[in-house]
């Protein structure tokens, strides 16, 4: 009797391994499923050029330094002018076609598109090159409509999973990348993408570039000197540019400079404006889409009317494609982003502890010296650069340990990571390991999920890790060793330089 309950035992666990064992095997291949990972570059992040078919045409962005150059001697007689009639107006107009003359082969057609024969070098990879281990580069040219690149992203992608014979891609997008991404899943879907990161997107604007299509420009010393600390930080002679910076701040020198750029702005800006900068910038459509929501009414009037109002030239299929992207995009990205995470696993990266652009009256705003830390996270509370949040009430695993940054308030606040001190267009390994590890994850993972990503990181120059805050007790003696040794190091290299010849 008892042998037949052993041997009933074992045919009972043998056909049940029979029947979970392939289930297992499933199981555990479904977990560590790969699939190729597309890299959707931000503004500016592939070279335009004035003859895309050729490859030794000239860049159409940035102008070469012969041209910059030759306007900065141009500029003389203009200042000479200046100087005898005291004729801003006429200034204006020679400094705008100036820069007009310098920035001619990046400017978009009156319609907002781009010139014939002009465009970017990219040709898609080898078929047998793309596997589902493989990292792909997605190249556009950023001064198009995001309605046109996003649709050159959906047959992008389409050849990507035709060649790897997958299903879906894991998708990245930096800056205005992100643009390009929430443009592209607004019109075409989720169903094609398996997993999204979301790193230091413009999605919901910048407000220096808000600031700037609304005519608002203002320079300080203060935020000028904010943003050259940033402009130097990791350079050669970081300290000693430091200290000859601060001591020209403390001097008032900065000061009386920013005020005097002040006093003229005002002076030259309308003509400087209607016949280079917004020609430039405003032709690009890339350039509408990042400006945020609350300044577009009040844009679309000073662009349009105050600068534009007299022109002879037609804009209004530029306005009516701008129309056409609030209409189908703008007015969605928070359901859109919503619908994304429902249909995908969705990693938000934001990066801060710096100031914006120095000029602006938003150049106090906190962020990765381009984008707002707030729009980059999708909605984080931040204080202004050099102040903290005061009167915090919410949970204290949501504040920075510096605290000047609020993860409660974000669209996906558990999937938000804060990278401190990692500079907007910093190019690093250490982000994209970061990066490549949240493609590769098979799930939703959170801020709980990565041991070596918590919530707050901190980034010192080569790795990214757990941000521990110290205060910053370095000595007025740590300061001095710093900048001396700048300055000897300084010395060497001229001394060999005199050495040498």
Same mark, same amino acid.
């Not at 308030?409 to 390994?429: G, I, R, Y």
């Given at each position: ?36 990972? $597309? ?17 030794d ?29 005291? %004729? ?22 009156? #319609? ?32 198009k409509?995001?309605i ?21 891609v894991?998708?990245t ?5 992100? $643009? !390009? ?9 989720c169903?094609?993408v ?18 700037l ?7 300080s ?9 940033y ?17 020209? %701040? ?5 000061? *009386? ?91 938000v ?30 909605? *984080? ?50 982000? #994209?390991v ?25 980034? #010192?120059?080569?790795?990214?890790s ?26 060497? !290299? ?8």
């Amino acid at each position: 009797m008892k042998r037949r309950i052993i041997k009933g035992t074992v045919a009972a666990v043998t056909a049940l391994l029979i029947l979970i064992v392939p289930l297992l095997t499933v199981a555990a291949s479904a977990k560590t499923e790969i699939c190729p990972r $597309v890299w959707v570059h931000g503004f500016m992040g592939s070279t335009v050029y004035e003859d895309a078919d050729d490859p030794d045409s000239l860049p159409a962005w940035p102008p070469t330094s012969d041209e910059i150059l030759g306007a900065v001697k141009s500029s003389v007689p203009a200042l000479a002018e200046l100087a005898l009639t005291k %004729n801003w107006d006429r200034f204006g107009e020679e400094m705008g076609d100036i820069a007009a003359d310098v920035f001619a082969r990046a400017m978009n057609n009156p #319609d907002g598109t781009v010139k014939d024969g002009s465009g970017v070098h990219f040709e898609y990879p080898p078929e047998d090159e793309i596997t589902a281990d493989s990292d792909i580069y997605f190249k556009y040219d950023w001064r198009k409509d995001p309605i046109d690149i996003a649709a050159e992203l959906n047959d992008f992608i389409d050849y990507v999973l035709e060649a790897s014979g997958c299903d879906q891609v894991a998708l990245t997008c930096h800056s205005f990348g992100g $643009v !390009v991404a929430i443009t592209y899943f607004t019109l075409y879907g989720c169903e094609k993408v398996k997993t999204v990161v979301f790193n230091s997107t413009a999605i919901y604007g910048e407000t220096y570039t808000g600031e700037l299509m609304t005519g608002k420009l203002y320079f300080s010393g203060d935020s000028l000197t904010n943003y050259l600390y940033y402009a130097f930080q990791g350079t050669e002679y970081e300290y000693l540019l430091n200290a000859v910076i601060k001591i020209f %701040n403390d001097s008032g020198i900065l000061d *009386a400079v920013t005020e005097w750029l002040n006093s003229i702005t005002p002076r030259i800006q309308k003509e400087v404006c209607a016949r280079s900068i917004v020609p430039l910038f405003g032709g690009w459509l890339a350039i509408w889409s990042m400006v945020p929501d609350e300044y577009l009414e009040e844009a679309t009037d000073y662009v349009f009317n105050t600068i534009y109002g007299d022109s002879e030239t037609d804009y209004s299929a530029l306005r009516a494609k701008i129309e056409n992207y609030n209409e189908l995009v703008r007015c969605k990205k928070t359901e859109t982003l919503k619908n994304v995470n429902e249909e995908c696993n969705v990693y938000v990266i934001a990066r801060y502890g710096y100031s914006s652009m120095p000029i602006t009256p938003s150049a106090d705003t906190q962020g990765d010296g381009i984008v707002d830390v707030k729009y980059a996270s999708f909605g *984080a509370t931040a204080a202004d650069f050099g102040a903290t949040l005061e009167n915090i009430t919410s949970d204290a695993k949501y504040i920075s340990p510096d605290k000047t940054v609020d993860a409660s308030t974000c669209l996906f606040p558990e999937q938000t990571w804060f990278v401190k001190n990692l500079k907007h267009a910093e190019e690093t390994d250490t982000i #994209d390991v970061m990066m490549r590890k949240f493609m590769r994850y098979d799930g939703q993972g959170t801020v709980e999920t990565f041991e070596d990503y918590p919530r707050y990181t901190i980034f #010192d120059g080569e790795t990214i890790s757990p941000d521990e805050y110290n205060q910053n007790n370095s000595t007025l003696f740590d300061n001095l060793r710093l900048i001396i040794n700048d300055i000897l190091k300084l010395v060497k !290299v001229i001394f060999d330089k005199i050495r040498q010849n």
